[in-house]
């Protein structure tokens, strides 16, 4: 096997997919994994087939206004522009792609080109979606429980100031009528904050310790 073919072969294997761009944005090569992406995007054509197309039309996970604009940061300015975690509705709601845009300097007085790496972190994404939720729900549980901690003191000695009045001989019917209706309304509080440190215990347990977690889809940011 010759130095060229041992270099495609080991391009093919990798789970990157690899795109190079001539200056005027046309395709000059893309290994197995870019031609899978360039399928899942719409783009059902033979990999000798898409050479020598335009970016847009072959790899529309931009638009030609904006490979343009990559052009002009990446070829005429020398920058390299990377996106971690971009969304790419066009293949699902669900998912994300990183990619890598680099100049890449043309020999034999050829002009340089755009070296383009796209890997799909889609299943990354979800996990860091899930921690997030999680984190969210560990801080709402945490404030709940100082919540109801807070309700709890005032409304003990709400119930102990009313029942000890309701003892007391010198009070009126009247007021024996209000005290008592106060009693029942602190206990019907109180009930009401018992289910709730249930139902959030019972929350937190299934969430922070193996519950099921579920992946949702999220829009295109802007």
Partial sequence: MTTPDRLLAALNHM?????????????????????????????DRQPS??????AADSYPLFSKDEWEGIATRVVTYGETIRWTKLPCPRVNPASYVSVDLIRLDGDNGRRPGILCMTEDVTHGAAVDRELIKKERLA????????????????????????????FSRSLGLEAAKRIEAIKLNALRIAEITRKLRELEDLQLTEYLHGGPVYVTAEPRSS
Wanted: net charge negative; no cysteine; charged share 15%.
């Fill in 49 to 54: 087939d898409l050479v020598g197309t335009s």
């Fill in 15 to 43: 789970r990157a997919g690899v795109l190079v761009l001539e200056a005027d944005l046309t395709v000059g090569f893309l290994n197995a994994a870019q031609h899978q992406w360039m399928k899942r995007l719409g783009v």
């Fill in 139 to 166: 801080l709402v549980g945490q404030t709940s429980v100082a919540l109801l901690h807070e309700i709890s003191n005032p409304l003990a000695a709400i119930l102990g100031s009313a029942e000890a009045l309701l």
